[in-house]
């Protein structure tokens, strides 16, 4: 495993031990779970910001500020009814946040489970999984923050945008 995936495998104990009440997945089951069903009962909540969204997603993402109104978070989310909601961020830990917060919220909107994205979309991209941007298809991340850089195992691949 190489550094930053190690350091990834780190920052996801630290995480789940700060946020034992939240529920986490990993890119392997919703990638397959989005596969294998033939109606999609999954529902991606990005809480990142704007510009972090703006260099790439998950495909089918919908973006949610990690601060928005209860109203603002069950508008953005959508139709949830009888579906899973996974949040998710750069590694995991405004994802956690959020889905702690907003958990009981989702639920009652009619959402069967809320999950936090292990890893965030750090790990979607170092497991080579695909990303999206408003023009298609992309392999570029945003970096969030200098710390987080290293946590990249492709770092060729980090946006240069401002931050």
Not at 53 to 65: I, T
Not at 102 to 109: D, I, K, M, S, V
Not at 124 to 152: F, M
Request: one cysteine or more; hydrophobic letters at 40%; a positive charge.
């Amino acid at each position: 495993m190489s550094g930053g995936g190690r350091r990834t495998g780190l920052l996801e104990l630290l995480i789940a031990a700060l946020y034992r009440d939240v529920s986490t997945t990993g890119p392997g089951e919703i990638a397959g779970r989005c596969e294998a069903e033939a109606e999609d009962n999954t529902v991606l909540l990005d809480v990142r910001t704007a510009g972090e969204f703006a260099v790439s997603h998950l495909p089918g993402a919908r973006r949610v500020d990690p601060a928005a109104s209860p109203a603002a978070v069950v508008a953005a989310a959508g139709d949830i009814a009888g579906r899973r909601v996974v949040c998710y961020c750069a590694v995991g830990v405004r994802s956690a946040r959020f889905a702690q917060r907003c958990e009981g919220l989702l639920l009652q909107a009619g959402a069967v489970a809320v999950h936090n994205l292990s890893g965030g979309i750090f790990r979607w991209h170092n497991e080579q999984r695909p990303l999206v941007d408003a023009q298609g298809k992309t392999e570029r991340v945003h970096p969030y923050a200098r710390p987080w850089d290293n946590l990249v195992v492709r770092r060729h691949l980090l946006a240069t945008t401002p931050r």
